[in-house]
């Protein structure tokens, strides 16, 4: 076992590229990005994101440490999705482990192996990036606590545990999927653990740094708080089970060099592959070529989107800090600044830096009295209850509905550490982009 486990760690440093330099290169960046959006958060105290996660806007250590784990967690997603062949399909699906079970090597210490030299090489990432942080915040004179700790240490840990082996599992069960279904596979099971942890209160509990303080660093580990962390623990023990259950076909085929040649086949015919387990025949074909381009599409789509969103919101919130109506239509839209209750009945209380949305009245007769109403007064912009003594030509709309969370989204974004951070998403989209495209060109694989 000892060979090959130090086989699997000299091969990560060459085709994982995820070695000691860049592996704590990975933490780091992961820090960063953690920090930034807590800057950014800093400028929401008097918004909804404050009320809701009041731990997180303070100059304590625990704020960008519990933003650090979720921004690691992301970014072990993306890695695992964009070098998925380096990391266990190109060895199970290709089959490279055939010779090895057939000279005595186990299949379930392979498999076990595999994934733990996967769980070393992301924990020593995450160790990086997780001191690294502590450190930064203790430059910055953030408040220090030991007790919370080792409960975020925790989460972040069982995070990778879980990807890593949802990823083995997923490559030992699914060989002859392609890589897309199993990408696919990997994205929407790690996106269905967001509202899981929602709805169980895991993310209530573990975000809460008085509640941790007060009940202990595993508090929000406990089934009695949550059964969050008791189902990751069950999901990953299950697909553990199930890797080292199916690892015994690993020597039960052998792959013909063929799968892996690009042939010239004349017109009208394909290359079949028979599965002697079940009789069936399997077709090689190459990567549809739409579905390369739809990829690039969705990729340039997706940095215009983002860059364009940053765009946006900052421009009008260049024009609301210089009292300017913003208007589109016949909806103005404005920023609250001040907390306002309403006289009517229809209208939610407002909060400051809430944001509002009003449609166009100029006709005070049409609007009931205590209406929440957008005026221009003198050169300021002010929303307020509608009284008789308005005159019309104050009136530039009256209040069509509110939402706290854009305006949240708004203060965060239009400040020098959120445009950092918004345009840190689309530069990463380009620093992968040839990753992608490779991927995309690489040569026929077999599907089902």
């Known amino acids: 076992m000892n060979s090959y486990f130090y086989k699997e760690i000299r091969q990560s440093n060459i085709e994982r590229r995820i070695g000691v330099v860049n592996g704590a290169f990975f933490g780091v ?18 918004t909804v994101f404050a009320a809701f996660y009041p731990d997180l806007i303070a100059k304590d250590c625990f704020a960008p440490l519990y933003i650090y784990i979720k921004v690691f967690a992301f970014l072990s997603v993306v890695y695992v999705l964009i070098s998925y062949e380096h990391i266990v399909l190109g060895e199970i699906k290709s089959n ?58 925790l989460a972040g840990v069982v995070e990778i545990a879980f990807l890593c082996a949802l990823t083995t599992a997923l490559s030992v069960l699914y060989r002859f999927r392609s890589a897309f279904f199993t990408r696919w596979c990997i994205t929407l099971t790690e996106a269905a653990l967001i509202p899981l942890s929602d709805l169980t209160g895991y993310r209530e509990a573990l975000s809460s740094k008085s509640f941790i303080v007060k009940n202990g660093p595993f508090a929000p580990f406990s089934p009695s708080v949550s059964v969050y962390f008791v ?56 990567k549809s070529k739409s579905l390369a381009a739809a990829v690039h599409m969705l990729i340039v789509v997706l940095v215009a989107s983002i860059a364009l969103f ?34 009517h009945l229809d209208d939610p209380h407002i909060y400051k830096n809430d944001f509002l949305v009003f449609k166009a009245e100029s006709d005070a007769e049409q609007i009931d009295d205590g209406k929440i109403v957008l005026i221009q007064n003198g050169d300021k912009l002010e929303a307020v209850p509608y009284a008789a003594d308005l005159k019309d030509a104050e009136i530039l709309g009256k ?20 445009i950092i951070l918004f345009l840190v998403l689309p530069l990463l989209t380009l620093l992968f982009f040839g990753s992608i495209k490779k991927l995309l060109e690489k040569k026929p694989v077999p599907i089902e």
């Open 29 to 46: 960046f992961a820090a960063m990005i953690a920090f930034l959006a807590h800057m950014a958060a800093l400028r929401l105290n008097d």
């Open 96 to 153: 490279r482990w055939y010779l090895l079970a057939k000279m005595g090597y186990s299949t379930k210490m392979m498999v076990s192996v595999k994934l733990l030299v996967q769980m070393i090489l992301l924990l020593y990432a995450f160790i990086i990036g997780f001191v690294g942080t502590v450190g930064m915040a203790t430059l910055l004179g953030y408040s220090f606590a030991n007790v919370y700790l080792p409960a975020l240490f």
């Open 231 to 286: 189902i990751l623990l069950a999901l990953i023990a299950v697909l553990y089970a199930a890797s080292l259950f199916n690892a015994k076909t690993i020597a039960m085929y052998y792959d013909e060099p063929l799968e892996n040649t690009d042939f010239t086949l004349p017109a009208g015919r394909v290359l079949a592959r028979l599965d002697h387990r079940n009789g069936m025949f399997y077709l090689f074909r190459r």
């Open 310 to 343: 940053t765009i946006v919101l900052n421009l009008f919130y260049y024009r609301y800090r210089n009292n300017t109506v913003v208007k589109v239509g016949d909806t103005v839209y404005f920023l609250s600044d001040r907390e306002i209750v309403s006289g």
């Open 399 to 418: 209040l069509d509905s509110v939402s706290r969370w854009t305006g949240a989204l708004v203060l965060m974004v239009c400040n020098t550490e959120g």
